[in-house]
């Protein structure tokens, strides 16, 4: 007969760890504030310019107010230094910019984009910001898929900003097209740029992607998120992100092919097919640019870009070092930029370029500190992905599939920086800031001081690596 001791060899069953509710409203307020820079103008469409002003700077005081609470651990010698670079050469051009008033008000957007961006990555840990990017992507997958079909079943005909229900001078001046059922119509979600949505689904398709590699819960329900996800990005039909899908996918072949890798100079071969392939496919996509872009519905100057590169570039010239000034995006009510370029009878609020606008707003030394950013960024980015996780004589660790996360943003924002000025605000500037800092803050995942303060995933205690020493053995990443 078995005898309960009053003396057991291991500690008394409890209950399991949970996240506690605090953690709980944080990731919460991340995954807020995600979502607004994914959705981008969905919230001037729906509720104007004024309130999603208010809106945005609340939320960048509130962040700002968390990370004086929550004090994660940050390591300040190791802060972004290009971005911080890049934001003090745009603030120092306020003392000659030729339009201050705009200069002024962009530079507050950048500030509280930047400051969101570090706060995100210092409050959350590798695995919970993967998680959370995933849900901030759902709500607009979801949003966007039932604006659409309200749209289309309940008003049934286009709608303008502002849910205003008639008709305009030009079809580019609509919220929403009522497309969803006129295949194959382009759609433009709740963002109402069929140029945005396209880009934002795709990164959806990556994240959904790996989390699914990643060993997430729920997988069925993964799959359908990412069948929306394709819908989307292939009803956006936008040019830019199919070139950026193609990126993503050399570089996802790329960096698989790297991870095989086992001898020192195996790689080398990687390395060249990777540069031939990437030149033939830009000198082939240039010599055949008629009939691609005809296929894709495009005209071969890229929709009337390289009228609107024309006039910023002449711009650009008359002060090539310094610039006019920043201004991300253009306002179109400052008299610099009020029928300066029109298209399609409305202003134009970017140069379709982020070089080319860089160039025209800081000059030269403005595209070498961009230069420099996105160099910066690409290069870690690569290495955290293709790199096997080491940090003392263990060289067995296996690679995760969070960690392909940046290197696959970073191809997706280079192309979509070749014909839209995106990444400089918004989720393209937010993303690169973020998932730069998070990588010299963090350069292994669940492994540090940032990973470890919060290492709960899915109401169960993370396994915490043990803490860094000279011969020191960690566990395994999960």
């Known amino acids: 007969m078995a005898v309960h001791s009053k003396h057991p060899a291991s500690a008394p069953p409890g209950p399991p760890v949970r996240e506690k509710t605090g953690h709980l409203l944080l990731r919460g307020w991340c995954i807020f504030v995600l979502f607004m820079s994914l959705s ?59 339009w201050p008033q705009t200069t002024a ?13 570090l706060f995100i ?4 840990t590798w695995r919970e910001l993967v998680r959370a ?3 901030a992507l759902k709500w607009v997958v979801a949003l966007s898929i039932l ?33 969803l059922f006129d295949f194959p119509e382009r759609l433009q979600g709740i963002m109402g740029s069929a140029n945005l949505l396209g880009p934002v689904a795709l990164l959806a398709i990556v994240v959904f992607a ?72 830009l000198v082939t996509l240039w010599l055949l640019r008629d009939s691609l872009f005809t296929a894709l519905g495009r005209s071969s100057d890229l929709t009337g870009r390289e009228r609107i590169w024309e006039a910023v570039l002449a711009r650009a010239a008359e002060r090539p070092w310094v610039g006019w000034g920043f201004a991300t995006p253009w306002i179109p009510s400052d008299p610099a930029f009020d029928g ?21 707003q800081l000059g030269i030394v403005g595209v070498v500190l961009l230069a420099l950013l996105f160099f910066a960024f690409i290069w870690r980015s690569w290495f955290f992905a293709v790199d096997r996780p080491r940090w003392d004589l263990r060289a067995d660790r296996p690679y995760s599939p969070l960690t392909l996360l940046p290197t696959l943003v970073g191809a997706i924002l280079l192309v979509q920086g070749l014909a839209e000025s995106s990444p400089l605000l918004l989720w393209g500037w937010l993303f690169l800031v973020m998932l730069g800092g998070k990588i010299k803050q963090s350069p292994h995942v669940g492994v540090g001081p940032a990973e470890q303060s919060a290492a709960i995933e899915r109401g169960e205690a993370v396994p915490a690596e043990e803490p860094v020493r000279p011969g020191g053995a960690a566990g395994p990443d999960a």
């Open 340 to 360: 300066w370029i029109v298209d399609h009878g409305q202003t134009v609020m970017q140069a379709h370029s982020m070089w080319i606008d860089v160039s025209m």
């Open 121 to 124: 990555g210092s409050v959350l």
């Open 105 to 117: 008000i962009t530079l507050l957007l950048l500030y509280i984009t930047t400051l969101q961006a």
């Open 210 to 281: 790996i989390r699914l590699a990643s060993g997430a819960p729920r997988r069925v329900a993964l799959w359908i998120w990412i069948a929306l996800a394709a819908f989307l990005f292939v009803r956006a039909s936008s040019a830019t992100a199919y070139l950026a899908a193609a990126a993503v996918a050399v570089v996802l072949v790329t960096v698989l092919l790297m991870r095989r890798a086992t001898r020192p100079g195996e790689r080398t071969k990687f390395y060249v097919g990777y540069v031939v392939v990437g030149a033939g496919g």
């Open 147 to 179: 604006f659409e079909l309200w749209v289309s079943v309940v008003i049934g005909k286009p709608i303008l900003p502002g849910w205003v229900v008639e008709k305009a001078d030009d079809p580019i001046e609509y919220w929403s097209r009522d497309n």
């Open 40 to 98: 981008g103008t969905a919230w001037v469409n729906a509720i104007g310019e004024l309130p999603t002003a208010v809106v945005t700077i609340a939320g960048g005081v509130l962040s700002a107010l968390l990370w004086a609470v929550v004090r994660p651990p940050v390591q300040w010698r190791r802060l972004p230094w290009f971005v911080v670079s890049y934001v003090l050469w745009a603030t120092l051009s306020l003392t000659w910019s030729a």
């Open 133 to 135: 990017i995933a849900s």
